[in-house]
Protein backbone atom coordinates (compact mmCIF):
# COMPACT_ATOMS: atom_id res chain seq x y z
CA UNK A 1 0.00 0.00 0.00
CA UNK A 2 2.72 2.41 0.71
CA UNK A 3 3.80 2.14 -2.72
CA UNK A 4 0.86 3.24 -4.53
CA UNK A 5 3.03 6.64 -6.42
CA UNK A 6 3.71 3.75 -8.85
CA UNK A 7 0.34 3.43 -10.12
CA UNK A 8 -0.46 4.50 -13.24
CA UNK A 9 -3.91 7.17 -13.29
CA UNK A 10 -5.83 4.38 -14.95
CA UNK A 11 -4.63 1.27 -12.20
CA UNK A 12 -5.22 3.68 -9.63
CA UNK A 13 -8.67 4.68 -10.85
CA UNK A 14 -9.72 0.90 -11.02
CA UNK A 15 -8.48 0.61 -7.30
CA UNK A 16 -10.28 3.61 -6.19
CA UNK A 17 -13.01 2.60 -7.81
CA UNK A 18 -13.06 -1.21 -6.65
CA UNK A 19 -12.13 0.38 -2.60
CA UNK A 20 -8.69 -1.01 -2.24
CA UNK A 21 -7.59 1.95 -1.40
CA UNK A 22 -8.92 5.97 -0.78
CA UNK A 23 -7.66 8.62 -2.59
CA UNK A 24 -6.06 10.23 1.04
CA UNK A 25 -4.32 6.77 1.13
CA UNK A 26 -3.07 7.01 -2.61
CA UNK A 27 -2.03 11.00 -2.21
CA UNK A 28 -0.01 10.45 1.52
CA UNK A 29 1.55 7.76 -0.96
CA UNK A 30 2.94 10.41 -3.40
CA UNK A 31 3.48 12.81 -0.46
CA UNK A 32 6.02 10.34 1.05
CA UNK A 33 7.54 9.94 -2.46
CA UNK A 34 7.82 13.39 -2.98
CA UNK A 35 9.54 13.64 0.80
CA UNK A 36 12.07 11.33 -0.02
CA UNK A 37 13.60 12.28 -3.74
CA UNK A 38 12.65 15.91 -3.92
CA UNK A 39 15.55 17.32 -2.27
CA UNK A 40 17.41 15.22 -5.32
CA UNK A 41 14.85 15.93 -8.04
CA UNK A 42 13.76 19.59 -7.22
CA UNK A 43 10.74 18.96 -9.72
CA UNK A 44 8.47 21.49 -7.53
CA UNK A 45 8.82 25.35 -6.85
CA UNK A 46 5.54 25.05 -4.62
CA UNK A 47 4.26 21.98 -2.88
CA UNK A 48 0.50 22.22 -1.84
CA UNK A 49 0.61 18.83 0.36
CA UNK A 50 -2.51 20.63 3.18
CA UNK A 51 -4.68 21.11 -0.04
CA UNK A 52 -3.51 17.86 -1.85
CA UNK A 53 -5.07 15.92 1.02
CA UNK A 54 -8.10 18.57 1.72
CA UNK A 55 -9.00 17.77 -2.55
CA UNK A 56 -8.46 14.11 -1.70
CA UNK A 57 -10.74 14.22 1.01
CA UNK A 58 -13.40 15.75 -1.44
CA UNK A 59 -12.36 13.49 -4.04
CA UNK A 60 -13.16 10.43 -1.81
CA UNK A 61 -16.88 11.67 -0.84
CA UNK A 62 -17.32 12.04 -4.77
CA UNK A 63 -16.19 8.20 -5.26
CA UNK A 64 -18.06 7.10 -2.33
CA UNK A 65 -21.15 8.75 -3.67
CA UNK A 66 -20.71 7.02 -7.36
CA UNK A 67 -19.89 10.66 -8.69
CA UNK A 68 -16.16 9.46 -9.90
CA UNK A 69 -14.85 10.20 -13.10
CA UNK A 70 -11.25 8.70 -14.37
CA UNK A 71 -9.79 11.46 -12.63
CA UNK A 72 -11.37 11.64 -9.31
CA UNK A 73 -8.77 11.24 -6.60
CA UNK A 74 -5.45 10.98 -8.63
CA UNK A 75 -2.64 13.56 -7.52
CA UNK A 76 -1.04 15.23 -10.42
CA UNK A 77 1.58 18.11 -11.20
CA UNK A 78 0.51 21.44 -12.50
CA UNK A 79 3.54 23.11 -14.43
CA UNK A 80 4.11 26.60 -12.63
CA UNK A 81 2.96 28.96 -15.56
CA UNK A 82 -0.64 27.87 -15.20
CA UNK A 83 -2.69 29.89 -12.92
CA UNK A 84 -4.18 28.65 -9.86
CA UNK A 85 -6.31 31.03 -7.32
CA UNK A 86 -4.94 31.58 -3.89
CA UNK A 87 -1.84 29.19 -4.84
CA UNK A 88 2.22 30.77 -5.79
CA UNK A 89 2.22 30.56 -9.58
CA UNK A 90 5.90 32.17 -10.54
CA UNK A 91 6.57 30.87 -14.62
CA UNK A 92 9.83 30.22 -12.74
CA UNK A 93 10.81 33.76 -12.46
CA UNK A 94 12.11 36.18 -10.13
CA UNK A 95 9.52 38.47 -11.51
CA UNK A 96 6.18 36.51 -10.17
CA UNK A 97 8.39 34.93 -6.84
CA UNK A 98 5.41 36.33 -4.60
CA UNK A 99 2.45 36.42 -7.06
CA UNK A 100 -0.63 34.90 -6.22
CA UNK A 101 -3.62 34.51 -8.72
CA UNK A 102 -6.84 35.64 -7.76
CA UNK A 103 -8.44 32.75 -10.41
CA UNK A 104 -8.05 29.76 -12.27
CA UNK A 105 -7.39 29.03 -15.39
CA UNK A 106 -9.23 26.82 -17.52
CA UNK A 107 -7.04 23.54 -17.56
CA UNK A 108 -7.20 23.57 -13.72
CA UNK A 109 -10.88 24.80 -13.49
CA UNK A 110 -11.09 21.40 -15.57
CA UNK A 111 -8.92 19.58 -13.64
CA UNK A 112 -10.71 20.36 -10.22
CA UNK A 113 -14.43 19.71 -11.69
CA UNK A 114 -13.52 16.20 -12.53
CA UNK A 115 -11.81 15.37 -8.82
CA UNK A 116 -7.93 15.38 -9.73
CA UNK A 117 -5.28 16.71 -6.47
CA UNK A 118 -2.86 18.73 -6.94
CA UNK A 119 0.51 18.21 -5.58
CA UNK A 120 2.42 21.53 -6.24
CA UNK A 121 3.40 23.68 -8.93
CA UNK A 122 6.22 22.08 -11.35
CA UNK A 123 9.75 23.70 -12.05
CA UNK A 124 10.18 24.89 -15.10
CA UNK A 125 12.47 27.41 -17.37
CA UNK A 126 11.72 30.72 -17.28
CA UNK A 127 8.75 31.59 -18.70
CA UNK A 128 8.99 28.49 -20.26
CA UNK A 129 12.19 29.24 -22.03
CA UNK A 130 15.05 26.70 -22.36
CA UNK A 131 15.12 23.00 -23.03
CA UNK A 132 17.30 22.13 -19.78
CA UNK A 133 14.92 23.53 -17.02
CA UNK A 134 18.36 24.98 -15.97
CA UNK A 135 16.71 28.37 -16.28
CA UNK A 136 14.88 28.44 -13.53
CA UNK A 137 15.40 31.18 -10.67
CA UNK A 138 14.07 27.88 -8.53
CA UNK A 139 17.36 26.00 -9.47
CA UNK A 140 17.66 23.40 -11.68
CA UNK A 141 15.75 20.16 -12.10
CA UNK A 142 17.16 16.95 -12.11
CA UNK A 143 16.84 13.55 -14.06
CA UNK A 144 15.64 11.21 -12.02
CA UNK A 145 17.55 9.01 -14.34
CA UNK A 146 20.63 10.01 -13.60
CA UNK A 147 20.85 13.37 -11.14
CA UNK A 148 23.84 14.96 -13.17
CA UNK A 149 21.63 15.03 -16.42
CA UNK A 150 19.35 17.48 -17.63
CA UNK A 151 15.54 16.27 -17.69
CA UNK A 152 15.07 18.57 -20.71
CA UNK A 153 12.58 21.57 -20.70
CA UNK A 154 10.69 23.82 -20.51
CA UNK A 155 8.24 21.51 -18.85
CA UNK A 156 11.51 19.42 -16.95
CA UNK A 157 9.46 19.17 -13.72
CA UNK A 158 6.62 17.83 -15.21
CA UNK A 159 8.45 15.28 -16.47
CA UNK A 160 10.60 14.33 -13.71
CA UNK A 161 7.83 14.29 -11.33
CA UNK A 162 6.03 12.03 -13.41
CA UNK A 163 9.21 9.90 -14.26
CA UNK A 164 10.41 9.88 -9.83
CA UNK A 165 6.86 9.12 -8.89
CA UNK A 166 5.93 12.22 -7.52
CA UNK A 167 2.40 12.63 -9.44
CA UNK A 168 0.85 9.92 -11.08
CA UNK A 169 0.81 12.56 -14.16
CA UNK A 170 1.31 16.43 -15.01
CA UNK A 171 0.49 19.18 -17.00
CA UNK A 172 3.42 21.23 -18.97
CA UNK A 173 2.90 23.36 -21.53
CA UNK A 174 4.60 23.11 -25.22
CA UNK A 175 5.82 26.10 -27.31
CA UNK A 176 8.33 24.01 -29.16
CA UNK A 177 8.75 21.00 -27.72
CA UNK A 178 8.44 21.76 -24.25
CA UNK A 179 6.51 18.96 -23.77
CA UNK A 180 7.56 16.07 -25.69
CA UNK A 181 11.75 16.69 -25.38
CA UNK A 182 11.20 16.34 -21.60
CA UNK A 183 9.15 13.20 -21.84
CA UNK A 184 11.50 11.63 -23.76
CA UNK A 185 14.68 12.63 -21.87
CA UNK A 186 12.23 11.30 -18.46
CA UNK A 187 11.05 7.87 -20.17
CA UNK A 188 7.50 9.42 -20.19
CA UNK A 189 4.88 9.84 -22.63
CA UNK A 190 3.86 13.74 -23.70
CA UNK A 191 1.25 14.81 -26.06
CA UNK A 192 1.19 18.31 -27.24
CA UNK A 193 -2.36 18.67 -28.67
CA UNK A 194 -3.23 20.85 -31.83
CA UNK A 195 -2.85 24.87 -31.09
CA UNK A 196 -6.58 25.45 -30.62
CA UNK A 197 -7.16 22.32 -28.87
CA UNK A 198 -6.60 23.41 -25.16
CA UNK A 199 -7.46 27.01 -24.07
CA UNK A 200 -4.93 29.09 -22.80
CA UNK A 201 -7.07 31.07 -20.80
CA UNK A 202 -5.21 31.58 -17.56
CA UNK A 203 -1.63 30.28 -18.94
CA UNK A 204 1.07 33.18 -18.46
CA UNK A 205 2.38 33.43 -21.80
CA UNK A 206 5.74 32.98 -23.81
CA UNK A 207 4.80 33.13 -27.72
CA UNK A 208 1.15 33.27 -27.95
CA UNK A 209 0.38 31.96 -31.40
CA UNK A 210 2.37 28.56 -29.84
CA UNK A 211 2.05 28.15 -26.45
CA UNK A 212 -0.46 24.54 -25.95
CA UNK A 213 -0.43 23.11 -22.59
CA UNK A 214 -0.50 19.26 -22.42
CA UNK A 215 -0.19 16.28 -20.86
CA UNK A 216 2.67 13.96 -19.60
CA UNK A 217 2.07 10.38 -17.99
CA UNK A 218 3.22 6.99 -17.83
CA UNK A 219 1.38 5.49 -20.76
CA UNK A 220 -0.68 6.96 -23.30
CA UNK A 221 -3.45 5.98 -21.92
CA UNK A 222 -3.32 8.32 -18.79
CA UNK A 223 -2.48 11.29 -21.43
CA UNK A 224 -5.28 10.44 -23.38
CA UNK A 225 -7.34 10.38 -20.34
CA UNK A 226 -5.82 13.87 -19.45
CA UNK A 227 -6.45 15.37 -22.73
CA UNK A 228 -10.20 14.28 -22.44
CA UNK A 229 -10.30 15.99 -19.34
CA UNK A 230 -8.36 19.83 -20.71
CA UNK A 231 -9.70 20.00 -23.62
CA UNK A 232 -12.72 21.49 -25.41
CA UNK A 233 -14.24 25.20 -26.17
CA UNK A 234 -13.13 27.77 -23.86
CA UNK A 235 -15.77 30.96 -24.40
CA UNK A 236 -12.47 33.25 -23.05
CA UNK A 237 -10.11 31.91 -25.59
CA UNK A 238 -11.06 32.93 -29.07
CA UNK A 239 -8.32 30.26 -30.54
CA UNK A 240 -10.13 27.12 -29.15
CA UNK A 241 -11.93 24.69 -31.53
CA UNK A 242 -15.61 25.47 -31.10
CA UNK A 243 -16.42 21.55 -32.10
CA UNK A 244 -17.24 19.41 -29.13
CA UNK A 245 -14.47 17.38 -27.95
CA UNK A 246 -14.22 13.79 -29.08
CA UNK A 247 -13.40 10.67 -26.66
CA UNK A 248 -10.27 10.01 -27.27
CA UNK A 249 -9.48 6.87 -25.12
CA UNK A 250 -12.24 4.99 -27.77
CA UNK A 251 -8.74 5.22 -30.03
CA UNK A 252 -6.69 2.80 -27.74
CA UNK A 253 -6.53 -0.39 -28.87
CA UNK A 254 -7.38 -0.15 -32.08
CA UNK A 255 -5.65 -1.73 -35.16
CA UNK A 256 -2.97 -0.10 -37.03
CA UNK A 257 -2.87 -2.69 -40.14
CA UNK A 258 -2.66 -0.85 -43.56
CA UNK A 259 -2.22 2.66 -41.87
CA UNK A 260 0.24 4.92 -43.70
CA UNK A 261 3.04 5.99 -42.14
CA UNK A 262 5.78 9.02 -43.68
CA UNK A 263 9.28 8.97 -42.13
CA UNK A 264 10.46 12.24 -43.07
CA UNK A 265 14.30 12.40 -44.30
CA UNK A 266 14.85 15.56 -42.94
CA UNK A 267 14.53 14.19 -39.68
CA UNK A 268 17.44 12.06 -40.01
CA UNK A 269 19.95 14.09 -40.16
CA UNK A 270 24.14 14.29 -38.95
CA UNK A 271 24.05 15.45 -35.16
CA UNK A 272 21.92 12.00 -33.75
CA UNK A 273 23.38 9.85 -31.97
CA UNK A 274 23.79 6.61 -32.90
CA UNK A 275 22.47 4.99 -29.98
CA UNK A 276 19.36 7.26 -30.76
CA UNK A 277 18.88 6.56 -34.62
CA UNK A 278 18.69 2.64 -33.84
CA UNK A 279 16.24 3.09 -31.89
CA UNK A 280 14.06 4.79 -33.81
CA UNK A 281 15.15 2.43 -36.56
CA UNK A 282 13.50 -0.85 -34.29
CA UNK A 283 10.65 1.14 -32.93
CA UNK A 284 9.95 1.78 -36.97
CA UNK A 285 10.23 -1.98 -37.62
CA UNK A 286 7.57 -2.72 -34.52
CA UNK A 287 4.88 0.12 -36.44
CA UNK A 288 5.85 -2.57 -39.46
CA UNK A 289 5.39 -5.73 -37.83
CA UNK A 290 1.88 -4.61 -36.85
CA UNK A 291 0.96 -4.38 -40.51
CA UNK A 292 1.37 -0.36 -40.58
CA UNK A 293 2.63 0.80 -44.36
CA UNK A 294 6.28 2.61 -43.73
CA UNK A 295 7.13 4.74 -46.38
CA UNK A 296 10.61 6.57 -45.98
CA UNK A 297 10.02 8.86 -49.31
CA UNK A 298 8.90 11.71 -47.76
CA UNK A 299 10.31 15.15 -48.07
CA UNK A 300 9.77 18.44 -46.16
CA UNK A 301 12.35 20.91 -47.58
CA UNK A 302 10.99 23.81 -45.58
CA UNK A 303 11.89 21.75 -42.35
CA UNK A 304 15.64 22.89 -42.03
CA UNK A 305 13.92 26.88 -41.85
CA UNK A 306 11.76 25.61 -38.81
CA UNK A 307 14.34 26.71 -35.94
CA UNK A 308 15.39 30.21 -37.32
CA UNK A 309 11.29 30.90 -38.08
CA UNK A 310 11.13 29.40 -34.62
CA UNK A 311 13.70 31.38 -32.97
CA UNK A 312 12.55 35.05 -34.99
CA UNK A 313 8.63 34.87 -34.17
CA UNK A 314 9.02 33.36 -30.42
CA UNK A 315 11.00 35.84 -29.15
CA UNK A 316 9.19 38.14 -30.91
CA UNK A 317 5.85 37.29 -29.16
CA UNK A 318 7.84 36.98 -26.04
CA UNK A 319 9.20 40.75 -26.19
CA UNK A 320 5.39 41.90 -26.32
CA UNK A 321 3.83 39.58 -23.73
CA UNK A 322 7.04 40.05 -21.21
CA UNK A 323 6.60 43.94 -21.76
CA UNK A 324 3.96 43.90 -18.99
CA UNK A 325 6.17 42.93 -16.18
CA UNK A 326 7.51 46.52 -15.91
CA UNK A 327 7.55 47.01 -11.78
CA UNK A 328 4.49 48.71 -11.64
CA UNK A 329 0.91 46.43 -12.02
CA UNK A 330 1.87 43.50 -10.08
CA UNK A 331 5.20 41.41 -9.63
CA UNK A 332 8.84 41.68 -8.69
CA UNK A 333 9.26 45.98 -8.46
CA UNK A 334 12.85 47.22 -7.56
CA UNK A 335 12.24 51.48 -6.19
CA UNK A 336 15.76 51.72 -5.39
CA UNK A 337 16.39 54.47 -8.40
CA UNK A 338 14.90 58.31 -8.51
CA UNK A 339 12.93 58.24 -11.98
CA UNK A 340 10.15 55.63 -12.63
CA UNK A 341 12.24 54.82 -15.97
CA UNK A 342 15.24 54.08 -14.16
CA UNK A 343 13.02 51.67 -11.64
CA UNK A 344 11.78 50.40 -14.47
CA UNK A 345 14.75 49.41 -15.69
CA UNK A 346 16.12 47.81 -12.55
CA UNK A 347 12.85 45.88 -12.07
CA UNK A 348 13.36 44.21 -15.54
CA UNK A 349 17.40 43.65 -15.23
CA UNK A 350 16.73 42.22 -11.76
CA UNK A 351 13.93 40.47 -12.23
CA UNK A 352 14.49 38.64 -15.48
CA UNK A 353 16.98 35.71 -15.94
CA UNK A 354 19.76 35.85 -18.71
CA UNK A 355 18.11 33.43 -21.04
CA UNK A 356 14.46 35.67 -20.78
CA UNK A 357 16.95 38.73 -21.25
CA UNK A 358 18.26 37.47 -24.52
CA UNK A 359 15.20 36.95 -26.10
CA UNK A 360 13.54 40.04 -25.36
CA UNK A 361 16.61 41.92 -27.22
CA UNK A 362 16.14 39.21 -30.03
CA UNK A 363 12.19 39.88 -30.12
CA UNK A 364 12.83 43.42 -30.10
CA UNK A 365 15.72 43.61 -32.51
CA UNK A 366 13.79 41.17 -35.43
CA UNK A 367 10.42 43.73 -34.41
CA UNK A 368 12.43 47.25 -35.22
CA UNK A 369 11.97 49.49 -37.86
CA UNK A 370 14.00 48.28 -40.52
CA UNK A 371 14.31 45.21 -39.88
CA UNK A 372 10.49 43.66 -39.43
CA UNK A 373 9.98 42.93 -42.85
CA UNK A 374 13.64 41.67 -43.32
CA UNK A 375 13.32 39.15 -40.45
CA UNK A 376 10.03 39.17 -38.37
CA UNK A 377 7.96 38.85 -41.67
CA UNK A 378 10.13 36.68 -43.42
CA UNK A 379 9.50 34.14 -40.79
CA UNK A 380 5.82 34.23 -40.76
CA UNK A 381 5.87 33.32 -45.01
CA UNK A 382 8.43 30.34 -44.60
CA UNK A 383 6.13 29.60 -41.29
CA UNK A 384 3.07 29.46 -44.09
CA UNK A 385 5.49 27.18 -46.88
CA UNK A 386 6.42 24.99 -43.65
CA UNK A 387 2.68 24.33 -42.74
CA UNK A 388 1.63 23.63 -46.08
CA UNK A 389 4.14 20.59 -46.64
CA UNK A 390 2.59 18.84 -43.82
CA UNK A 391 -0.70 19.65 -45.81
CA UNK A 392 0.29 17.96 -48.29
CA UNK A 393 2.29 15.16 -46.47
CA UNK A 394 -1.19 14.50 -44.70
CA UNK A 395 -2.76 14.20 -48.05
CA UNK A 396 -0.56 11.19 -48.31
CA UNK A 397 -0.04 9.94 -44.75
CA UNK A 398 -2.13 8.91 -41.54
CA UNK A 399 0.61 10.20 -39.48
CA UNK A 400 4.24 10.81 -39.64
CA UNK A 401 7.15 9.53 -37.42
CA UNK A 402 10.47 11.78 -36.41
CA UNK A 403 13.03 11.38 -33.20
CA UNK A 404 11.49 13.58 -30.91
CA UNK A 405 15.42 14.39 -29.62
CA UNK A 406 18.54 13.69 -31.52
CA UNK A 407 20.36 13.15 -28.08
CA UNK A 408 18.90 11.36 -24.78
CA UNK A 409 19.58 13.66 -21.56
CA UNK A 410 23.04 15.64 -21.82
CA UNK A 411 25.19 16.51 -18.59
CA UNK A 412 23.96 19.72 -16.46
CA UNK A 413 25.97 23.13 -17.49
CA UNK A 414 26.91 20.80 -20.41
CA UNK A 415 25.06 23.37 -23.14
CA UNK A 416 23.79 26.16 -20.83
CA UNK A 417 26.59 28.55 -21.99
CA UNK A 418 26.25 27.85 -25.46
CA UNK A 419 22.56 28.85 -27.03
CA UNK A 420 22.39 27.80 -30.11
CA UNK A 421 23.80 23.97 -28.58
CA UNK A 422 20.72 24.19 -26.62
CA UNK A 423 18.25 25.66 -29.08
CA UNK A 424 19.44 22.74 -31.83
CA UNK A 425 17.76 19.94 -28.94
CA UNK A 426 14.50 20.92 -30.46
CA UNK A 427 15.48 20.99 -33.95
CA UNK A 428 12.70 17.60 -34.32
CA UNK A 429 9.98 19.31 -32.37
CA UNK A 430 10.03 22.86 -33.51
CA UNK A 431 8.35 21.90 -37.10
CA UNK A 432 5.13 20.68 -35.53
CA UNK A 433 4.85 23.35 -33.48
CA UNK A 434 5.33 26.03 -36.29
CA UNK A 435 2.57 24.54 -38.19
CA UNK A 436 0.35 24.25 -34.90
CA UNK A 437 0.06 20.36 -35.59
CA UNK A 438 -0.43 18.05 -32.48
CA UNK A 439 2.15 15.52 -31.65
CA UNK A 440 2.94 12.70 -29.50
CA UNK A 441 6.40 11.45 -27.76
CA UNK A 442 6.19 7.85 -26.75
CA UNK A 443 9.26 5.93 -24.99
CA UNK A 444 11.30 3.75 -27.73
CA UNK A 445 14.10 2.06 -25.67
CA UNK A 446 17.23 3.16 -24.23
CA UNK A 447 21.00 4.22 -25.83
CA UNK A 448 23.52 4.07 -22.74
CA UNK A 449 20.75 3.26 -20.35
CA UNK A 450 19.18 6.29 -20.88
CA UNK A 451 15.67 6.89 -22.26
CA UNK A 452 14.97 7.44 -26.33
CA UNK A 453 11.48 8.97 -27.87
CA UNK A 454 9.86 8.60 -31.05
CA UNK A 455 7.85 11.32 -32.09
CA UNK A 456 4.39 10.92 -33.97
CA UNK A 457 2.67 13.92 -35.43
CA UNK A 458 -0.37 14.09 -37.23
CA UNK A 459 -3.07 16.25 -38.91
CA UNK A 460 -4.68 19.32 -37.17
CA UNK A 461 -7.11 18.09 -34.53
CA UNK A 462 -6.32 14.34 -35.58
CA UNK A 463 -5.31 12.97 -31.95
CA UNK A 464 -7.03 10.24 -31.94
CA UNK A 465 -4.59 8.93 -34.47
CA UNK A 466 -1.39 9.67 -33.26
CA UNK A 467 -2.86 8.30 -29.49
CA UNK A 468 -4.00 5.19 -31.75
CA UNK A 469 -0.64 4.66 -33.49
CA UNK A 470 1.14 5.53 -30.36
CA UNK A 471 -1.29 3.29 -28.05
CA UNK A 472 -0.32 -0.01 -30.47
CA UNK A 473 3.41 0.69 -30.45
CA UNK A 474 3.06 0.76 -27.08
CA UNK A 475 1.46 -2.66 -26.42
CA UNK A 476 3.53 -4.37 -28.57
CA UNK A 477 7.07 -2.73 -27.57
CA UNK A 478 6.47 -3.09 -23.81
CA UNK A 479 7.77 0.63 -23.46
CA UNK A 480 5.29 2.11 -20.40
CA UNK A 481 5.16 3.10 -16.77
CA UNK A 482 8.90 3.56 -16.73
CA UNK A 483 9.67 4.82 -13.50
CA UNK A 484 13.49 5.72 -12.89
CA UNK A 485 15.47 4.09 -10.76
CA UNK A 486 16.14 7.02 -8.33
CA UNK A 487 15.83 6.28 -4.69
CA UNK A 488 14.37 2.77 -5.83
CA UNK A 489 12.32 3.69 -8.70
Known amino acids: MSELW ?71 GVKDLIVTKGVRTTAGSKMLENFIPPYDSHVYENLRRAGAV ?15 TEH ?7 NPWNPALVPGGSSGGSAAAVAAGECLVSLGSDTGGSIRQPAALCGQVGLDPTYGRVSRYGIIAFGSSLDQVGPIGRDVEDVATMLDCIGGHDPRDSTTNPEPMPDLRHYLGRDIRGMRIGVPKEYFISGMEPGVAARIEEALGVLASLGAVIDRDVSLPSTEHALAVYYIIAPSEASANLARYDGVKY ?35 ALSAGYYDAYYLKAQKVRTLISREFAEAFARYDVLVTPTSPTVAFPIGA ?15 LPASVAGLPAISVPCGFSDGLPV ?34 AGG
Open 6 to 76: RLTVHEAHEGLRRREFTSVELTESVLERVAQVEPTVNAYITLTAELALEQAKEADAKLAAGAATPLTGIPV
Open 118 to 132: MIGKCNMDEFAMGSS
Open 136 to 142: SAYGPTR
Open 331 to 365: GFSDRSAPSMWENMEQTRAKGFGNEVKRRIMLGTY
Open 415 to 429: KVDDPFAMYLNDIYT
Open 453 to 486: GMQIIGNFFDEGRILQVAHAYEQASGFKNQLAPL
